[in-house]
């Protein structure tokens, strides 16, 4: 294969650095759920427990810096609480 007609084209390059950051993600999801995973397996009472430990390993606690953002200040937090 001739290397003078072999182009990379703009769209490839985002296509492929969209699926390496997704890759990414992808493995890092993977390793916070499976750390939960190890930790929930010898603290829950049920499988419902492990569940929803599993579950929400990648959210992250609400700062007081994010309540206070000007941005996000007035934004509903619970959602349910809105029903």
């Known amino acids: 294969m001739d290397m ?41 009472q049920s499988y419902e427990e492990f569940k929803n430990i599993v579950d929400a390993a990648h959210l992250r606690p609400v700062t007081k810096g994010d309540k206070a953002n000007f941005k996000t200040k007035n934004r509903l937090w619970n959602s349910a609480a809105r029903d």
Not at 15 to 35: A, K, M, P, T, V
Request: overall charge neutral; aromatic content about 8%.
């Open 4 to 44: 003078d007609n072999w182009k990379i084209t703009a769209e490839e390059i985002i296509r492929l650095r969209e699926s390496c950051l997704q890759c990414i993600r992808n493995g890092e999801l993977y390793e916070l759920r499976n750390d939960a995973k190890l930790r929930a397996v010898y603290n829950t």
